[in-house]
Nanobody, 126 residues
Framework: QVQLVESGGGLVQAEGSLRLSCAAS?????????VGWFRQAPGKEREFVAA????????YYADSVKGRFTISRDNAKSTVYLQMNSLKPEDTAVYYC??????????????????WGQGTQVTVSS
């Protein structure tokens, strides 16, 4: 079983940048098929942000963040990053990373993920 710990959230002004990290312990990310980032704003459903396949490093993004966010991985550190640029107030949410073992289900479907971190708050002020 893997434990996921997110970090890097905080308060930033619009058009600013943040880099989120998701570190794995217990088992490394190489044991999993895909790692994703999701977010949930107050009163809204959890939504897909980005995902990366551990083998081959293919990446996937929600339309709302394409061109602004970049997901990447560091094999040696078993860590996944989410670089967020040109942040907007509507990006305000708790951001979660998650790992999935199975190839079943799209990487954008939160129900397909097996393990979740505790989340990190990102607040973008206007």
């Amino acid at each position: 079983q893997v434990q996921l710990v997110e970090s890097g959230g905080g308060l930033v002004q619009a058009e600013g940048s943040l880099r989120l990290s998701c570190a794995a312990s217990g088992r490394t990310f190489s044991s999993y098929y895909m790692v994703g980032w999701f977010r949930q704003a107050p009163g809204k459903e959890r939504e897909f942000v980005a995902a990366i396949k551990w083998s081959g490093a293919s990446t996937y993004y929600a339309d709302s963040v394409k061109g602004r966010f970049t997901i990447s991985r560091d094999n040696a550190k078993s860590t996944v990053y989410l670089q967020m640029n040109s942040l907007k107030p509507e990006d305000t949410a708790v951001y979660y990373c998650a790992a999935k073992s199975s190839v079943l289900y799209s990487g954008s479907y939160y129900g397909g993920y097996d393990y979740w971190g505790q989340g990190t708050q990102v607040t973008v002020s206007s």
